[in-house]
Nanobody
Framework: VQLQASGGGLVQAGGSLRLSCAAS????????MGWFRQAPGKVREFLAR????????MYATSVKDRFTMSRDNAKNTVYLQMNSLKPEDTALYFC???????????WGQGTQVTVSS
């Protein structure tokens, strides 16, 4: 599975961005998808997860109520709508796919988000 993330950029604190992640594969609708981020000098952080067979999305506490993950199976794309951005949200954002239930083993190249104060 190949993943291509896009939509990152520079935004002021309080602003919004929407990230997109386009995936290859004919069975995208059965992939579990996730969003993660990694700031310089920090470990990769889980943000949100969408399981194809569940009706709800799980979020990290740090982004719950500010970030919303959605997916469009017809376009093989997942999105991450990010609102009320804070400088501490600055990081490289990754999407990931779990194609067989064994974990997130496919990763995109990341898209940079920078939030200025």
């Amino acid at each position: 599975v190949q993943l291509q993330a896009s939509g990152g950029g520079l935004v002021q604190a309080g602003g919004s961005l929407r990230l997109s992640c386009a995936a290859s594969g004919r069975t995208f609708s059965t992939y579990h998808m996730g969003w993660f981020r990694q700031a310089p000098g920090k470990v990769r952080e889980f943000l949100a997860r969408s399981r194809w067979n569940e009706g709800r999305t799980m979020y990290a506490t740090s982004v719950k109520d500010r970030f919303t993950m959605s997916r469009d199976n017809a376009k093989n794309t997942v999105y991450l709508q990010m609102n009320s951005l804070k400088p501490e949200d600055t990081a490289l954002y990754f999407c990931a796919a779990d194609t067989d239930g064994s974990g997130f083993t496919s990763w995109g190249q990341g898209t940079q988000v920078t939030v200025s104060s």
